[in-house]
């Protein structure tokens, strides 16, 4: 793997995970008093880890029966679709 896709998957995982729900939890935790931070951490990190693991074997999964192309479709209509139940529902 080359550094420019490194960068590309850094990059794009980082700037989606910036504000979404899983952020906001963790900054719940992290200001309760009486949670340690360093465990809120750590826990929130495993987390996603874990389901970034999982992410990653059902996508080698898929790609074994679906073109990336159609993956990318899907994916993309799958945000657009969050997209307009977010700002309707708002």
Request: charged letters at 10%.
């Amino acid at each position: 793997m080359t550094f420019k896709i490194f960068l590309t998957i850094f990059i794009t995982v980082f700037l989606s995970e910036l504000g979404d729900k899983t952020q906001l939890a963790t900054v719940l935790f992290a200001s309760n008093k009486g949670n340690s931070k360093i465990m809120v951490f750590f826990a929130a990190a495993l987390a996603l880890i874990l389901a970034t693991a999982i992410a990653v074997f059902l996508g080698e999964i898929m790609a074994k029966y679906v073109k990336p192309q159609t993956l990318s479709w899907i994916a993309g209509a799958g945000f657009i679709v969050i997209g307009f139940f977010t700002i309707f529902r708002g």
